[in-house]
C-alpha cells in the first residue's frame, strides 16, 4: 500500500489515515514523496536544485515515517524517493500495489499544480483502487458506515465487491445507492437524460440488488446492507449519502484510445463533492 505525500498543509492528516488503513488491510505501508528528474541537457545549477530536491525529500519521508509509527506503532513503514513526474510514478507502481492513498490538492511533489491534479491522473490510470482524501469539516465523529455508488453493469458490481471489503473491514453498514434516472452531459454542456447502455432487469433495481446482495451474503455475513435509490442525479445523490460517511466507493471504466483520459463522470464529480474519503475502483473498458 503506498500513500503519496508533498510539503505544505495536509499530509499529517493524509499519512494518520493511510497508516490506519494499512493496519486494516494487514499490509506494510509505503510512504512515496516524487523527485522531478533534471532535465537533459540542463545547467549545473539545474542539478544543484534536484539534489537539494532529494535531500528536502529524505527529510520529509522520515519525518512521515515517524508519524506513521506513531500512529500505529506495529505498522510496516517503508520511504521511498521516486524520480520523476509524481502521477507517472505513482501509476507505474500501482500495478503492484492493493491500494494507492491521496490528498486532494495534488499530492505527490508537485504542490503547484492545479489543484488535485495528481490526483486526478492517478485515480483516472491506476491499476489498484485509489483513495483521495477529501477534506473533512465535521464536527460530529463519523457514522460507522460505507457508502458505493452502484448500477446495474458488470462494472458496477466490481466497485461493489470492493465496497462491501471496506465495509467488512471497518465493521460498518454498507449503503448502496443506485440513481434510477440515467444523466448525460452533451456536447453543447446540456444536461440530458439519457437510455440506459445495459439491460434494465425486467423486474427492476429492487430484486436485481437484492440477488446480487444475496451471492455476497456468505462472503461478509456479517455486514449489514441498506439500499437506497433516488431519483435525481448521481452525483449528488452520491455527494448527499457521503455525508458523516467512513468512505464513499464508486467504479470507474479504465478506457483505452482517446477515451482513456476522462475519468467518469460520477467519480469525477464526487472526487470534488463529497464529504469523505472517495475510493475510485478501475474497470477495464476495452473499446
Given at each position: 500500500m503506498i500513500v503519496g505525500v508533498d510539503r505544505g498543509p495536509g499530509p499529517d492528516d493524509l499519512v494518520r489515515f493511510a497508516a490506519r488503513e494499512a493496519v486494516l488491510r494487514r499490509r506494510p505501508l509505503h510512504i512515496a514523496h516524487a523527485i522531478e528528474l533534471p532535465v537533459p541537457g540542463g545547467s549545473s545549477s539545474d542539478h544543484e536544485e534536484s539534489g537539494s530536491a532529494a535531500?528536502?525529500?529524505a527529510r520529509l519521508v522520515e519525518h512521515y515515517e515517524r508519524l506513521a509509527r506513531e500512529e500505529s506503532p506495529s505498522l510496516s513503514v517503508a520511504g521511498e524517493l521516486p524520480m520523476g513526474h509524481a502521477a507517472a510514478v505513482l501509476i507505474q507502481r500501482s500495478a503492484d500495489a492493493e491500494l494507492i492513498v491521496l490528498g486532494h490538492r495534488g499530492s505527490g511533489g508537485f504542490p503547484?499544480?492545479?489543484?488535485?491534479s495528481v490526483s486526478w491522473q492517478v485515480a483516472t490510470h491506476a491499476e489498484c483502487p485509489v483513495v483521495v482524501m477529501r477534506p473533512s469539516h465535521a464536527a460530529e465523529p463519523p457514522d460507522n458506515r460505507v457508502v458505493a455508488g452502484a448500477d446495474l453493469d458488470d462494472a458496477s458490481l466490481q466497485a461493489l465487491d470492493v465496497a462491501y471489503l471496506e465495509a467488512d473491514l471497518r465493521g460498518a453498514r454498507l449503503d448502496v445507492v443506485h440513481c434510477a434516472v440515467r444523466i448525460a452531459t452533451s456536447p453543447t454542456g446540456a444536461i440530458t437524460t439519457m437510455a440506459p447502455d445495459f439491460p434494465v432487469p425486467p423486474r427492476g433495481p429492487q430484486e436485481?440488488?437484492?440477488t446480487e446482495f444475496?451471492?455476497?451474503r456468505d462472503r461478509y455475513p456479517d455486514v449489514e446492507v441498506n439500499l437506497l435509490i433516488g431519483a435525481s442525479s448521481p452525483g449528488p445523490l452520491l455527494t448527499e449519502a457521503s455525508e458523516n460517511a467512513l468512505l464513499l466507493v464508486v467504479g470507474s471504466h479504465r478506457r483505452t484510445g482517446l477515451r482513456r483520459f476522462l475519468l467518469g463522470s460520477v467519480s469525477g464529480e464526487v472526487l470534488h463533492t463529497a464529504h469523505c474519503p472517495v475510493a475510485v475502483v478501475p474497470v477495464?473498458?476495452?473499446d
Open positions: 535531500e528536502a525529500g503547484r499544480l492545479p489543484l488535485g436485481f440488488f437484492e444475496s451471492k455476497r477495464r473498458d476495452d
